[in-house]
């Protein structure tokens, strides 16, 4: 009885140690996941700014401005998941965590026109 009574015991801590264990990984992994996000969001806007695509960052102002005959050539999916990316990106640069406001405008960086918005609710417009 006293046996079965300290597997009980010691079944009760190991279940409550591997809650705390399984918090603490999915923390890991999720701390992971955000540094990727932000890797590559870097990495995409560094590529974007080397090729062309785009001209000015204004990550404080959360303006981008773009060339927009690149834009033009984008359909609707491609200039959605591009700004998304840029709005993830100019979050990073303001707040560091990558955990705050995420929205961004899209600008004719020849005209100074504004194509797109992602507002802070998750709307995608075209103008």
């Not at 809650?19 to 590529?47: C, F, G, S, W, Y």
């Not at 609707?76 to 998304?84: H, P």
Request: proline residues 1%; glycine residues 8%; contains cysteine.
């Amino acid at each position: 009885m006293l046996m079965l009574g300290s597997i009980g015991a010691w079944w009760m801590i190991r279940s409550e140690w591997s809650k705390e264990e399984a918090t603490a990984t999915q923390e890991v992994v999720r701390r992971q996941e955000l540094a990727t996000a932000q890797n590559d969001a870097q990495e995409i806007v560094q590529q974007a700014i080397a090729s062309g695509t785009i001209h000015r960052v204004d990550a404080r102002a959360r303006e981008v401005q773009v060339n927009p005959l690149i834009w033009a050539t984008w359909n609707a999916d491609a200039k959605r998941a591009f700004t998304i990316t840029l709005a993830s990106y100019c979050d990073i640069k303001n707040r560091g965590d990558g955990i705050g406001l995420v929205f961004v405008d899209i600008i004719d960086s020849q005209t100074g026109k504004k194509l797109a918005r992602l507002g802070v609710t998750g709307a995608f417009e075209v103008y």
